[in-house]
């Protein structure tokens, strides 16, 4: 049974470029749920979606980003226009129904020149 | 979900037993402890959690005060692989998304 899959595992990005991350939960999972890590700084949670829903957003920058867990295929965070201050970790979690523990990926470092 | 304290360091020597404190004094009924980790660089861990009962597990063990205010995590026998950042979060589900502190780093020593 495979895990919370993330890729890429590293991404690099031009100021102004966009930046896809994707995140494919456990089999089984219908809530994904991402989290960003600035560097040297804790876990910050961003969003968390169920399949076509996005059920909370409030820690998502309201400007350039945006989030999808389509009702095929992974969910994808998407960053655009990325600026310098967005180089951090994006973690993905992922659970069954919502209210049990959450299944971590490994992780996307995304680093922007 | 309630707040946690958590002090921001600890010290074990090797094959020590590992005993992590968590203040939760705001912790409602229906909200869980749970303790996640998070080593250097991967995504975070699961480790354990209760509502009431203590929990062990082949992982750790959970001891939470009779008045639920407070618990502590235990690793039994601490390896250099266990030097981590630990997390206590007091989740109920109702908000559906674990809110993370700062933590404690555990620095497992020789």
């Known amino acids: 049974n495979a895990g919370v899959m993330q890729n890429p595992r590293h991404l690099v990005r031009r100021r102004g470029q966009e930046a896809r991350l994707r995140c494919s939960p456990m089999k089984g999972h219908s809530h994904v749920y991402w989290y960003r890590q600035l560097p040297e700084e804790g876990l910050k949670f961003m969003v968390y979606l169920q399949k076509e829903n996005i059920i909370d957003e409030s820690g998502m920058p309201k400007e350039r980003f945006s989030a999808e867990f389509p009702k095929e295929g992974p969910s994808i965070l998407r960053i655009q226009q990325v600026v310098r201050g967005d180089s951090a970790a994006y973690f993905c979690?992922?659970?069954?129904?919502?209210?049990?523990?959450?299944?971590f990926g490994s992780g996307t470092q995304l680093s922007v020149l | 979900d309630a707040k946690t304290t958590q002090p921001p360091s600890m010290d074990c020597a090797e094959g020590r037993a590992a005993n992590l404190p968590c203040n939760h004094s705001?912790?409602?009924?229906?909200?869980?402890v749970y303790w996640y980790r998070q080593i250097h660089s991967q995504g975070p861990q699961y480790i354990i959690h209760?509502?009431?009962n203590n929990e062990t597990n082949e992982m750790a063990s959970l001891i939470i005060t009779e008045d639920r205010k407070s618990s502590t995590l235990i690793l039994p026998h601490a390896t250099l692989r266990d030097t981590a950042v630990y997390y206590c979060?007091?989740?109920?589900?109702?908000?559906?998304?674990?809110?993370f502190g700062q933590g404690t780093t555990l620095q497992v020593k020789p």
């Open positions: 979690a992922s659970s069954p129904q919502g209210r049990e523990k959450l299944f």
């Open positions: 705001t912790i409602s009924g229906n909200e869980y």
């Open positions: 979060i007091g989740f109920s589900g109702n908000t559906g998304k674990l809110i």
């Open positions: 209760g509502l009431k």
